[in-house]
């Protein structure tokens, strides 16, 4: 079965803090997603690699960074968290516009 | 990207076929269409994609008609566990991501 795994299902962390977000794929894939979910919303593109060391930014990268060492890996990162980025982090790797495979998420809470 | 217009939500009862209809009126030439399927705290799993006329898999059917401005998602004989919200896609397979939309949510109904 192929997989995508995030570290944390569940995070609380403090305004201001640096919050890192890891994701790891065992497909080989080269593209790998950043989405964030909140209700009435839908998920919406945060950022998106097409190769280590490459970066997009998505519909909403204000705030976040990313990283991509190494081809497995894919990690977010908010540079000072904020209330209003609360929020269901998703993970994905997999082909453009075809099949992608979605970790089961981490539920961020920033107080 | 081509926008895509889908009902927000749906019911339906324990073995009834559901057909959720998809607008994409914009859809360009290179673009597949694309459904996902999202259950409650995990994230959206790849049901189906298709080109044109009718796909079908295990799991669903698609259908495309000739001028592809809009596709159909049939479910068979639902259950209770196909309650999920279900995202259509529309996109090239170039180096444009995936972009989901708010979805449709599906409740069954026993």
């Known amino acids: 079965d192929v997989k995508v795994t995030q570290s944390s299902r569940y995070l609380v962390k403090r305004t201001g803090e640096k919050v890192f977000l890891e994701c790891v794929q065992d497909m080989d894939h080269e593209n790998m997603f950043w989405y964030r979910q909140d209700p009435g919303l839908g998920l919406r593109l945060i950022y998106f690699s097409y190769d280590v060391k490459m970066k997009e930014k998505g519909d909403i990268p204000e705030g976040y960074s990313v990283s991509r060492e190494k081809k497995e890996r894919f990690s977010l990162i908010l540079e000072s968290a904020s209330t209003n980025q609360t929020s269901m982090y998703l993970c994905a790797g997999g082909e453009m516009n075809t099949e992608a495979f979605f970790g089961q998420g981490t539920r961020l809470t920033v107080v | ?110």
């Open chain 2, 1 to 110: 990207l081509a926008k895509t217009t889908q009902p927000i939500s749906m019911d339906s009862y324990e073995g009834q076929e559901v057909n959720i209809t998809c607008s994409h009126n914009n859809i360009a030439t290179n673009d597949y269409i694309t459904w996902y399927q999202q259950f409650p705290s995990q994230g959206p799993r790849f049901i189906i994609q298709g080109y044109k006329t009718k796909v079908t898999n295990e799991v669903a059917s698609l259908f495309i008609p000739a001028d592809r401005k809009s596709s159909t998602l049939s479910l068979p004989r639902v259950s209770l566990s196909d309650t999920a919200v279900y995202y259509c896609l529309v996109g090239d397979r170039g180096n444009t991501p995936l972009v989901f939309g708010k979805g449709t949510r599906l409740s069954v109904i026993a």
